[in-house]
């Protein structure tokens, strides 16, 4: 089992369609969780972190974090084309020297 | 959060020579990383690098390939050696937040390998 699972997808959305963005991870005691965005030729981008249970919104992004079912997820309202990226998850067991865990990504692409 | 540049941009070596790749943040940061990522391959952890201590690196990494300088707070460097195609990679170094576990990027060293 890899310790953070994404779908490598494509996921294809229509614009302005919510893209539901999904990850699960296998340590138990991760504390931290984060999506970046990652456009190709480029280096990911932190986009959103969580680290308690439920709802955090940004903007179009709203993460959503189950510590019990170990479930991270990331939805994007309003899709835009310009939301088309590689959307990565990634987990810690916090600061100050633990490893970031980062999953393989989802390819998002959004259609005009 | 942090500015990250990161020289040379990208680079076309021979096989055999060895390539040394900066990183320098406008910022003092304690936790500094560096990553490999394949093409279509998410980030692969190389090592962590702590100004005044010894580079930290992950199984299937080792300092004789990748030495790792770390001399002050805002300046690393990544020394990719005795390069082979396999090699071939783009090269990210990261910092840590000093508020959280949150990393921030450099734009990376696409390295090619002939």
């Known amino acids: 089992q890899k310790e953070v699972e994404q779908n490598s997808g494509p996921l294809s959305v229509p614009e302005g369609a919510i893209a539901s963005l999904n990850c699960t991870y296998s340590?138990?005691?991760?504390?931290?969780f984060f999506w970046y965005r990652q456009y190709s030729g480029k280096s990911p981008e932190l986009i959103m972190s969580?680290?308690?249970?439920g709802d955090k919104e940004d903007g179009r992004f709203t993460a959503q974090l189950n510590k019990a079912s170990q479930y991270v997820s990331l939805l994007i309202r309003d899709s835009q084309p310009s939301d088309s990226a590689t959307y990565l998850c990634?987990?810690?067991?916090?600061?100050?020297?633990?490893?970031?865990?980062f999953g393989a990504g989802t390819r998002l692409f959004v259609k005009a | 959060s942090a500015v990250i540049s990161q020289k040379p941009s990208r680079d076309i070596c021979q096989r055999g020579t060895s390539l040394t790749i900066q990183c320098q943040v406008d910022?003092?940061?304690?936790?500094m990383f560096w990553y490999r990522q394949q093409p279509g391959q998410s980030l692969t952890l190389i090592a962590t690098?702590?100004?005044?201590?010894?580079?930290?690196?992950e199984s299937g990494f080792v300092i004789d390939k990748f030495p790792i300088s770390r001399p002050n707070l805002t300046f690393s460097t990544l020394t990719v050696s005795n390069m082979s195609p396999e090699d071939s990679s783009i090269y990210l170094c990261s910092v840590e937040s000093t508020s959280g576990a949150e990393q921030y990027f450099g734009p990376g060293t696409r390295l090619t390998v002939t």
């Open positions: 990634a987990v810690s067991r916090g600061t100050g020297g633990f490893k970031t865990i």
């Open positions: 969580i680290y308690s249970n």
């Open positions: 340590d138990r005691v991760s504390q931290s």
């Open positions: 690098a702590n100004q005044g201590s010894e580079a930290t690196y």
């Open positions: 910022s003092q940061v304690t936790m």
